[in-house]
């Protein structure tokens, strides 16, 4: 009109254009809400967010999501965009299946492994619901949460093993009560015995003869003998509670040959009949505890086996690779009640008649069940035909052989 350009002189277009152009900016204002801050939002929020963000439609398909989602999801975004959620991430059927059954906002979580590493995520779904109440898409927010994962799984490995000390001390306090009068009464009687011989024989040296010497020495002897043995139990007994040792194979051959210079006070001059296997299969636990288990099981046996005393070592091999030793004896036998409580805290039957102070069994029990293990005895109480008492270890061959600390 200024410039004298129109198709029709003389007449005035710009009314028509205005009127054309406010009808336009009518749409764009209450259709895309051109002048509201979602795309502010949009652009300067829900793109730098570290969580992930995905919108579906009524039908499922990705029609919107920020740069963390496509990071977490190790794909292209053009190649999400507009595709149906399943076509996109197959492996969570069970996930996709549950968001469209639910009309409610809902949680989960999952896991990915990349590479070798595990990546843990908390995902929530809110549905998206129109102004008639239907479900228009879904809002899926994914959010990373390996560290607090892998914190929390450090605060429950410190907790067991919190937890696992907290038993042992319990287990000690209790074989403490269980033993200390026994054990006391014990090294008051030996060490009682040794004060009075001593004085007897300094008192009466001049009038006693050789051979009354001789009888007091060896009672002093017997009772100082007696005393190493419990204080040695003791501090093994210690020594099995406070160590860790690293489980190997062990060979059992030698050591069970070996027991004779262990065993040579109860052994010598003793008409012993002793049978062992053919074969010594390896077990996996540690050398020095396992003598003292063959040291137990093996004396046990010479002292309450029959006279003379028989004395059978044997081996069983069990499945799943598991060894299981023992030790047979000609003694009477025990009830299924005695037999019971044999293994119990320090417990001793018939005190009036069975020597030791009751922390021999208690010792192979801590050492077999520390090392993974089980212990047992199997007796029908018929005299003669003895007791049998055995212990099972994890052979080298076993399946399931774990070989940590222990």
């Known amino acids: 009109y200024v410039f004298h350009v129109n198709p029709i002189p003389g007449f005035d277009w710009t009314p028509f254009l205005f009127l054309i152009s406010d009808f336009l900016m009518a749409i764009n204002i209450l259709r895309f809400k051109a002048f509201d801050l979602v795309p502010f939002a949009r652009n300067k929020l829900i793109d730098i967010m570290p969580d992930g963000i995905m919108i579906t439609d009524s039908s499922g398909r990705i029609i919107d999501l920020n740069p963390a989602l496509v990071a977490f999801s190790g794909k ?40 070798g590493a595990d990546s843990f995520f908390d995902v929530s779904v809110t549905p998206l619901h129109s102004n008639t109440g239907t479900v228009d898409g879904h809002l899926i927010q994914v959010k990373e949460v390996t560290r607090r994962v892998e914190a929390e799984r450090q605060i429950q490995d410190a907790n067991r093993h919190l937890m696992a000390e907290i038993q042992e001390k319990e287990k000690l306090i209790a074989d403490l009560n269980a033993f200390s009068h026994m054990v006391a009464h014990d090294l008051k009687n030996m060490l009682g015995a040794i004060v009075a011989a001593s004085e007897l024989l300094d008192s009466s040296l001049d009038v006693l003869t050789r051979n009354d010497q001789k009888e007091i020495i060896g009672l002093i002897h017997q009772a100082a003998n007696k005393t190493i043995y419990v204080t040695q139990e003791l501090l093994t007994l210690a020594s099995v509670r406070e160590q860790d040792v690293k489980a190997v194979p062990v060979d059992m051959g030698p050591i069970v040959m070996n027991l004779r210079n262990r065993l040579g006070d109860l052994i010598d001059g003793k008409p012993i009949e002793f049978i062992y296997p053919s074969e010594w299969p390896q077990v996996i636990g540690y050398g020095q505890w396992l003598e003292e288990v063959w040291v137990n099981y093996v004396s046990n046996a010479i002292k309450y086996g029959g006279d003379p005393p028989r004395v059978e070592i044997g081996v069983d091999l069990l499945p799943d690779g598991l060894v299981k030793y ?40 801590r050492i077999i069940e520390k090392l993974k293990g089980t212990v047992g005895i199997e007796s029908s109480g018929k005299a003669g035909q003895g007791s049998k008492f055995f212990f099972i270890l994890p052979g080298v061959e076993c399946p399931n052989l774990d070989k940590n600390n222990v």
């Open 326 to 365: 023992w030790v047979q004896d000609n003694g009477k036998g025990l009830s299924p009640k005695e037999a019971e409580l044999l293994f119990s805290q320090f417990s001793r039957l018939e005190p009036q008649r069975v020597e030791g102070n009751g922390l021999g069994l208690s010792i192979v029990k």
């Open 76 to 115: 292209i975004e053009s190649e999400m965009i507009g595709k149906k959620i399943e076509e996109v991430f197959p492996a969570r059927q069970n996930f996709i299946d549950e968001m469209k059954e639910k009309h409610d906002r809902f949680d989960c979580s999952f896991s990915k492994n990349t590479e």
